[in-house]
């Protein structure tokens, strides 16, 4: 049987990889794997205790926050608070940035953006939820104050980013840029161990992913996309949380789509905490992430820590089956309005 490789062994192992680092980056990581165990305590006996259920308040994006919802946030905030590496943080549930004082005096030039709670819709009714995350490196002078432009860098900036899924197990995926890693935590020994080395995403996969109440709402290039799916026999899988969503696509291959909708005109999924950490996560695995304009993910210009944002991810040969269809009534488009001009 191999030795357990605990994620904390990996990270300093890995540390290596970035000649420069001093170390912070991976106490930030385990920070973070830290906290996501506190979370994870909480999610496994929220039918016990009183954490079910809506808080009363909404969060900056508009929608009802979760009584977990506001525990997973405060869970993470106290944690990069105290870590000592992190300068601020952005969260889903945080209407601005938050800076955060020096630990003992030191400057540090990492912020973190969260997604706390990923899948809130789905707390009550046991259904598998998840906390993502991404890691900057500040761009503002690091004794002055942080500005929002530190947190308004596109997704390639980004220097590490991961997900936490609450699911039949509880598993950290993360990406430094130097590939994909999984852990799975050992609730015998209290430790992510790793359990998915090196993950890469299949060319193809045998499920597409999307919200098929809103097929009406779809441009015609998606909804051309779809009945080809059904047509090459392509399951359907949704599950309504983008961790779980975007994780079996990682294991199994497959496309996850969220498309404008009449109600979400720029997609629902938030560009800064959603689509960019999984982006990263999914092109370090050798899959594609785009938006419904065939645009890459992480070459997006972020306008806002709440910016939304359309996305179509997962197996290279799906994600580019999908931008076919797409792209053909783009050139039509084009060419009706080409005409039009010529004959007015
Ligand atoms: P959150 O719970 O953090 O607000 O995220 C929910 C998101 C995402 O997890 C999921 O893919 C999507 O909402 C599902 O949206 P629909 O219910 O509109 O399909
Ligand atoms: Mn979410
Ligand atoms: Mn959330």
Redesign the pocket.
């Given at each position: 049987m191999n030795r357990i490789i605990t994620l904390d062994e990996f990270i300093i192992r890995r540390q290596k990889d970035f000649p420069f680092a001093s170390g912070e980056l991976s106490g930030l990581l385990r920070d973070i794997g830290v906290a996501s165990k506190v979370i994870n305590q909480e999610v496994n006996k929220a039918g016990l205790v009183s954490i079910l259920g809506m808080n009363g308040s909404e969060n900056a994006?508009g929608?009802d926050v979760a009584k977990l919802?506001v525990f997973a946030n405060d869970r993470m905030k106290d944690f990069l608070k105290t870590s000592g590496e992190c300068a601020a943080i952005a969260s889903?549930e945080e209407e601005g940035f938050i800076h955060i004082d020096q630990v003992e005096g030191k400057n540090s030039e990492y912020i973190v953006v969260f997604?706390p709670?990923?899948?809130?819709?789905n707390i009550d009714v046991n259904v598998s939820i998840g906390t993502i995350f991404a890691i900057f490196r500040r761009k503002s002078a690091s004794t002055g104050p942080i500005e929002m432009s530190d947190f308004l860098q596109k997704g390639i900036e980004q220097v590490a980013a991961g997900y936490v899924l609450y699911g039949s197990s509880t598993m950290m995926v993360y990406t430094t840029g130097k590939g994909v890693n999984g852990f799975t935590l050992d609730p015998g020994i209290g430790e992510f161990c790793l359990s998915h080395p090196d993950m890469k995403i299949p060319q193809r996969g045998k499920y597409y992913s999307l919200?098929q109440g809103y097929y009406r709402s779809y441009s015609l290039g998606v909804q051309d996309y779809l009945r080809h799916c059904e047509k090459e026999g392509i399951g359907l899988r949704?599950i309504?949380?983008?961790?779980a969503?975007i994780h079996r696509t990682l294991i199994k291959g497959g496309i996850f789509l969220?498309p404008e909708t009449k109600d979400n005109p720029d997609g629902?999924?938030r560009l800064v905490y959603?689509c960019n950490p999984m982006a990263f996560l999914v092109e370090q695995a050798g899959g594609i992430a785009i938006t419904s304009n065939l645009t890459r993910i992480m070459e997006e210009e972020p306008t806002g820590l709440h910016q939304r944002k359309t996305i179509i991810i997962g197996s290279p040969d799906m994600v580019n089956k999908a931008a076919g269809f797409i792209e053909s009534h783009i050139v039509e488009k084009e060419k009706n309005r080409a005409s039009n001009v010529l004959s007015d």
């Amino acid at each position: 049987m191999n030795r357990i490789i605990t994620l904390d062994e990996f990270i300093i192992r890995r540390q290596k990889d970035f000649p420069f680092a001093s170390g912070e980056l991976s106490g930030l990581l385990r920070d973070i794997g830290v906290a996501s165990k506190v979370i994870n305590q909480e999610v496994n006996k929220a039918g016990l205790v009183s954490i079910l259920g809506m808080n009363g308040s909404e969060n900056a994006s508009g929608e009802d926050v979760a009584k977990l919802d506001v525990f997973a946030n405060d869970r993470m905030k106290d944690f990069l608070k105290t870590s000592g590496e992190c300068a601020a943080i952005a969260s889903e549930e945080e209407e601005g940035f938050i800076h955060i004082d020096q630990v003992e005096g030191k400057n540090s030039e990492y912020i973190v953006v969260f997604d706390p709670l990923d899948g809130s819709s789905n707390i009550d009714v046991n259904v598998s939820i998840g906390t993502i995350f991404a890691i900057f490196r500040r761009k503002s002078a690091s004794t002055g104050p942080i500005e929002m432009s530190d947190f308004l860098q596109k997704g390639i900036e980004q220097v590490a980013a991961g997900y936490v899924l609450y699911g039949s197990s509880t598993m950290m995926v993360y990406t430094t840029g130097k590939g994909v890693n999984g852990f799975t935590l050992d609730p015998g020994i209290g430790e992510f161990c790793l359990s998915h080395p090196d993950m890469k995403i299949p060319q193809r996969g045998k499920y597409y992913s999307l919200n098929q109440g809103y097929y009406r709402s779809y441009s015609l290039g998606v909804q051309d996309y779809l009945r080809h799916c059904e047509k090459e026999g392509i399951g359907l899988r949704y599950i309504g949380s983008m961790v779980a969503d975007i994780h079996r696509t990682l294991i199994k291959g497959g496309i996850f789509l969220y498309p404008e909708t009449k109600d979400n005109p720029d997609g629902k999924l938030r560009l800064v905490y959603e689509c960019n950490p999984m982006a990263f996560l999914v092109e370090q695995a050798g899959g594609i992430a785009i938006t419904s304009n065939l645009t890459r993910i992480m070459e997006e210009e972020p306008t806002g820590l709440h910016q939304r944002k359309t996305i179509i991810i997962g197996s290279p040969d799906m994600v580019n089956k999908a931008a076919g269809f797409i792209e053909s009534h783009i050139v039509e488009k084009e060419k009706n309005r080409a005409s039009n001009v010529l004959s007015d």
